[in-house]
């Protein structure tokens, strides 16, 4: 079956840090991998998604992820962080036919001055 | 400012009420889907519509009734709930049918409605 796991519950880290958030994902075909960012009480954003090709990814707010089948991995990285960057970030993994997302449990991100 | 708009944003309910909750977009998505998420926890996809038709019921208790009356609109019909539905439930929109080629289009989440049920 397919799953998504995103290791790290809490992430705190100082305001102009580099960041990584670390996902991996089990699925038996190529997968289609996105992170997503929610800030309290909002929705969810889409930040940036693979689906095949470049195997390094550019999103927004000057995120980007790096997929590598070898370690069915899709972690995502920022050079500084902002302030604004503290949220909940989820990875997904688009299975099925289409149209179905499944995401992983989240990762909280404190920013810290 | 999300293209996706829900309504109302809390609502708190008795357990014998019925209420709505209601989505509507107007990018021309063709599907819609409800998610069910609780606190800390990640959304967890509830229903999914494709072009106004039902096309996955991820085996939801009967309690809660989707509907979807025209493309740009979706409503989760809520009756005789209990304490543990209590959740964010969020509507979000993607372009084109339930193919793989879909997934060119991500999902465009409203800002959810916040469910007590006392």
């Known amino acids: 079956a397919q799953s998504v796991t995103q290791p790290d519950i809490h992430i705190t880290v100082s305001e102009g840090a580099s960041l990584e958030l670390r996902c991996n994902y089990s699925?038996?075909?190529?997968?289609?991998l996105f992170w997503y960012v929610q800030s309290p009480g909002q929705g969810l954003q889409l930040l940036l998604k693979?689906?095949?090709?470049?195997?390094l990814v550019q999103g927004i707010k000057g995120f980007e992820a790096e997929f590598k089948r070898s370690q069915s991995s899709f972690n995502l990285r920022k050079p500084s962080v902002h302030w604004s960057d503290a949220a909940e970030y989820f990875c997904?993994?688009?299975?099925?036919?289409?149209?179905?997302?499944?995401f992983g449990t989240g990762t909280s991100l404190t920013v810290i001055p | 400012d999300t293209e996706v708009t829900q309504t109302p944003k809390h609502l708190v309910m008795g357990m014998t009420n019925k209420k709505s909750l209601k989505c509507e977009q107007h990018?021309?998505?063709?599907?819609m889907y409800w998610y069910k998420q609780k606190a800390k926890k990640p959304p967890e996809l509830m229903f999914v519509?494709?072009?106004?038709?039902?096309?996955i019921n991820e085996s939801v208790p009967s309690r809660f009734s989707p509907e979807c009356p025209n493309s740009s609109l979706l409503n989760l019909h809520l009756h005789a709930l209990q304490p543990e539905d209590s959740a964010l439930y969020l509507c979000?929109?993607?372009?084109?049918?339930?193919?793989?080629?879909?997934?060119?289009?991500?999902?465009?989440f409203g800002n959810g409605t916040r469910l007590t049920v006392t």
């Open positions: 979000a929109s993607s372009q084109g049918p339930p193919t793989v080629s879909s997934y060119n289009s991500p999902l465009h």
């Open positions: 699925y038996g075909a190529t997968p289609y």
């Open positions: 693979y689906f095949s090709g470049d195997t």
């Open positions: 997904a993994v688009g299975v099925g036919t289409g149209n179905q997302f499944y």
């Open positions: 990018m021309g998505h063709r599907a």
């Open positions: 519509y494709s072009y106004e038709k039902l096309s």
